[in-house]
């Protein structure tokens, strides 16, 4: 098994669903209903190919089949929320895991300006709202950050990393993935971005959440973190970042309270969401040989910061 | 300084302004003179906003933020790297924002 074969089988997975009645192998050149097949993504963490109304994801090799199958089968009972799975059950391809999907269209990277901040923040108050489905496993947020900060380790040493290992060091056992997480009974998405929305049907149906490799139980305001880190870090502006919360809090999310300053509720996630952003960044500036740009630095500084200030504690919340 | 009732160490915190103690041992707070004042004006001050002055209208009221925020949440359009009212939004923050 090799990456060079999976894409080939990845798209022949795809052609297949897309169809079902007339399923040949043909896993190389142009497929006869003349859609083209076309790439999504390609990362360590995942490959996704689309074909037709089609998207096949290969999942990444360390994932746990059973958690996924949990996650997958999570997804069709989430009507208006989640983007439900073709089939509920993934299946297996060269000793990977793969999952079908419905083709959605997702927000465009060459206008974010134009992002769902209220869609996305009443799709995830609409998903913390509802009753985890019995079986579930914890949300993958604090293990995402944790294997940032690995591969920080990992690039070697470099000036900036010293500020972000400090503000991980200071984080509760919880966000740091070396202990159970508090709120063990509130479904979270685990991953969320702008790259998580699709419209379904493409290209003006409803904004639904995609991507349930991270999908769990745990603390929502690990949802809310991203942006909450990103307006923080005086990237996201303060018109966007209220925008997102106040939708969230009209929708009834229980990851804030409903009005007053949010930051005690998400000061822990939002320092880890930092943390693990800044990570990224470094270990790939330092592969790419190139220093970090502005915005990268301000996140850097950020976790400089954030050394000063032990993270804030929430209410009931142990650390 | 020490918590009075449980004895665990109290850490300092800005709200508002306002620099306040809390337990991290029973989540008490401490007060010192004065302040239960200060956060009360603050919080009335934020239920009752001002009407912005004529001439410089702003969509929404400023946002908390946390301590260890970025400098510019202080002041009125101070150089924000995303870029105001969607112009000229950074690269890197466009590729950020849809990055795991």
Redesign the interface.
Known sequence: MTVDSLLPALTAVARDAAHPATAVPRPRGACSCGAEDTLLADRD?GTVVRHGDVVAKVHAPDTDPHELARRVLAATCLPGILLPPLDPAPAGLLGRRVTLWPYGSP?D?DT??A?PWEEAATLLARLHRTPAPDGLPPMRGPV?AARAVARLRAAGPHPAAAPVLGAWAALPGWARAEAPMPDTATLCHG?L???QLVRRPAPDGPWLLIDVDDLGVGDPAWDLARPAA??????????E??RF?TAYRDAGGPAVPADG???PA??VA??ALTVQ?AA?AIAKSAAARRPL????Q?VV??CD??S???P??P??FA? | MQCPKCHAPM?T?N??GVQIE?C?GC?GIFLDYGELEALTRVESQWSQPAPPPPGAPQ???????????????GGHGGG???????HH??K?????????
Not at chain 1, 230 to 239: E, K, N, S, V
């Open positions: 963490d927000v990277p974010p300006d992002a995402k991953d971005h702008l790259g990103w307006y923080a870090c005086g990237l996201l502006p303060p018109d970042w209220l919360l300053d949010p930051w998400l000061d939002a320092r952003t990224l740009d502005e915005v990268q301000a500084d950020a910061r954030m000063a200030l032990p804030e504690l209410r009931g650390t | 850490h915190y709200r508002n809390q991290s989540r969509a929404y009221p400023s946002a908390p933020a946390p301590a260890w925020g970025a400098p510019q949440h924000h790297y995303g870029g105001h009212g969607g939004r950074h890197s923050f466009g590729h950020m924002l849809f990055s795991s």
